[in-house]
């Protein structure tokens, strides 16, 4: 039993199920995530922690208490809204204190807790203003800031970041990490951003079409994804996934795939166990700093291997530059250091990082282990 | 065009311009034209108007007429003046018009943030409720308010223009809060606002547009109203309108028609302060919410 279980909880409106059956159990002091695109129950699920949506079918508790029955106001959480939702005709200091005050909290404390909030915000020379006058960024920190004041046992964020710019985005994501290593309390956050995702938390929950396709630290994620839609979602650039077919090559496995000249690439699969999968044909997945150029290649693997392919584009970011090519008919994008020559249209040396390798069904879309 | 133009307006020679300036004029004096006779008639000695010439100016001014409209005329049978009747109709029409708008605005609330089963019928109904004709509910109402021991008293009336007003101020207000953000009552909620604090913290004070588009509504409707001011009251309970009516029926021998045009000025006044205070808002109270920003 954690500090936030979420027991075989679904919702349904009318005859169409937008949650399926979601069992998730949240430590205290845990940042969980929930990710996926959009519609895919995020919110939905969310607003059943919080108690604005029934749950129907299933259990949600809190600290091993049941919660369907009890009302949003006793459930001791506290939420920031994607669109903030400040109350437009209170200013800064009466929003931040609207939520003490209809628990009861006395004026001199009251004011006391939104003077501390203030400060740990840097939003204490705005305390006069209407919402009405801020800036999104101030917006978000005010809407942060009423979450803030309450103590609450869990707090949930909806898209809390999706409304501001780029910068100030990757500002309040570092924000929000720090408030919550000051903290300590327990965080259920919704984004669509897997970016957001990997860096913020302590689990991720990846959602898609109403399931829970994976559930598991951000590493586990990225590293050991349970299927074909996980692999693809999160990680950018994004995985490369492309067909080959598993052949015995004397006790382990290797995988077989055409080449753009039409030659055939093989590739040692690093796991033995999977020679037992021999002959069946998969879908491969490397992600892009898992081939690179030989040099670059991580020396802590036992498993490079090289091969020979013909690269198509090049495009230089910076500090890397991605080399795509084909494996199996598919573009395949490869994380080449910024220094190495490269010339499109010429063949080169790849180092694929087989440890990094991940095999799935083209049926299933379900991982091979 | 190369000069870039604030305003959208189609453009228009000035010929055309003097065209439509000129009806325009025409069509505001001739809007105008009765309320002047109103006005300088009703500052008249009577026997100026009975010498003709109802458009000129008083040769000599007077402010008798009014005098006597307000506290002395023959009103039925008693020589009361309208000042009784005036002050039933502002204790019928101030509770009637902040209760029906007090309700109203309960509704919206809960037909648009505390949706339960069956609620657009119960919408879809009230609705209906606001075209049913008057003429149709007389005689059901007059039985309803014999049975709650009201016929023929002011609280009775105040009853029969609540009942009547509420579809309409329901509707004004559901359409206003329909496009009031949820998350705002979900935050509320989440804060530990009830019902109720959500209503009042939360939703009137934004509702200051709306709020006035339907007191003007209400205040003119029920101010204006004859049939059931006729129907449902007694000679006591009698409000402004049917005193008038009254007044200009009642005068035995001469048609004191300076007082009359007096009264019904009187009678005007109330409606004509509330289109100036709060008309401002009014207009602007339609468009609530069609625009962004
Ligand atoms: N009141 C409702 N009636 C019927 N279907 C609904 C209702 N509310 C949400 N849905 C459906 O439930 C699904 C999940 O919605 P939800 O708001 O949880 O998505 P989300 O993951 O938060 O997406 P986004 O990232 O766009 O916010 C969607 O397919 C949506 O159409
Ligand atoms: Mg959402």
Redesign the pocket.
């Known amino acids: 039993m954690g500090f936030l279980d979420i027991k075989q909880a679904t919702k349904s409106?009318?005859a169409?199920q937008?949650l399926q059956e979601t069992d998730i159990s949240v430590e205290e002091g845990e940042f969980l995530v929930l990710v996926?695109?959009?519609?895919?129950?995020?919110?939905?699920?969310l607003n059943m922690i919080a108690g604005l949506e029934d749950v129907s079918s299933g259990e949600i508790a809190i600290r091993g208490q049941r919660m369907n029955e009890v009302r949003p106001a006793e459930r001791n959480i506290a939420m920031v809204f994607q669109s903030y939702a400040l109350y437009p005709n209170m200013n800064v200091a009466q929003n931040i204190a609207f939520g003490l005050e209809m628990h009861g909290v006395p004026k001199p404390e009251r004011d006391k807790k939104v003077q501390e909030v203030a400060e740990l915000l840097q939003i204490t020379q705005l305390l006069k203003r209407k919402p009405g006058q801020l800036s999104g960024g101030q917006r978000q920190r005010v809407a942060m800031g009423r979450a803030l004041v309450r103590d609450p046992d869990v707090f949930l964020f909806d898209?809390p970041l999706s409304n501001l710019d780029a910068k100030l985005r990757v500002d309040m994501r570092t924000e929000i990490k720090k408030l919550h290593q000051k903290l300590g309390t327990t965080i259920v956050y919704?984004t669509?951003d897997q970016i957001e995702a990997l860096t913020l938390s302590t689990r991720i929950a990846v959602?898609f079409g109403?399931y829970v396709q994976q559930l598991g630290t951000p590493k586990e994620i990225y590293d050991n994804p349970a299927n074909m839609f996980v692999a693809g979602f999160m990680g950018s650039p994004s995985m490369n996934l492309f067909p080959a077919t598993l052949a015995d090559a004397g006790g382990t496995a290797q995988a077989e795939f055409t080449l753009k000249d039409g030659g055939t690439g093989v590739l040692p699969i690093a796991d033995p166990a999977i020679v037992k999968h021999a002959g069946r044909k998969v879908i491969l997945g490397i992600r892009p700093e898992a081939i690179t150029d030989p040099d670059g290649a991580d020396r802590n693997s036992k498993a490079i291997h090289q091969l020979e392919a013909q690269v198509e584009v090049t495009e230089p970011a910076g500090s890397d530059t991605f080399v795509v090519t084909e494996f199996g008919g598919k573009e395949i994008t490869g994380r080449f250091r910024a220094d190495v020559a490269v010339q499109p249209g010429t063949s080169h040396t790849f180092a694929v990082n087989m440890e990094k390798a991940v095999l799935f069904d083209p049926e299933t879309e379900a991982r091979i282990r | 065009m190369a000069q870039a133009s604030s305003d959208t307006a189609v453009r228009t020679g000035s010929a055309t311009r003097f065209i439509i300036y000129t009806v325009l004029i025409v069509f505001c004096l001739y809007y105008l034209l009765p309320l002047y006779v109103m006005v300088v008639n009703s500052l008249k000695p009577l026997d100026e108007i009975r010498g003709g010439g109802m458009l000129s100016l008083p040769e000599v001014w007077t402010l008798a007429p009014w005098g006597s409209a307000w506290s002395t005329a023959q009103i039925g049978v008693e020589a009361t003046g309208l000042k009784p009747y005036f002050l039933n109709s502002i204790i019928m029409v101030v509770p009637a018009v902040a209760i029906s708008t007090l309700l109203g605005a309960l509704n919206g609330y809960v037909l648009t943030k505390w949706r339960f089963r069956g609620d657009t019928i119960v919408f879809g109904l009230m609705l209906f409720g606001c075209f049913i004709p008057f003429q149709m509910v007389l005689i059901p109402m007059a039985r309803m308010l014999g049975l709650m021991g009201l016929a023929g008293t002011v609280p009775g009336l105040i009853f029969v223009h609540l009942v009547y007003g509420i579809g309409f101020s329901t509707l004004y207000f559901r359409n206003y809060y329909a496009q009031f953000p949820t998350e705002l009552v979900r935050a509320a909620m989440i804060d530990g606002a009830g019902f109720f604090r959500i209503f009042q913290r939360i939703m009137l004070p934004s509702s200051g547009p709306i709020a006035v588009v339907c007191i003007i509504w209400q205040f003119t409707n029920i101010w204006n109203d004859f049939l059931f001011g006729a129907s449902f009251s007694d000679f006591s309970s009698q409000p402004m309108t049917v005193a008038l009516n009254n007044l200009v029926q009642s005068s035995t021998g001469v048609k004191e028609y300076n007082v009359h045009f007096a009264g019904a000025i009187m009678a005007a006044l109330p409606t004509l302060l509330v289109y100036v205070v709060a008309g401002r808002f009014f207009v602007r109270g339609l468009m609530a919410g069609s625009v962004k920003g």
């Open positions: 409106y009318g169409v937008v996926g695109p959009s519609g895919c129950g995020k919110s939905t699920l898209e919704v669509h959602m109403g």
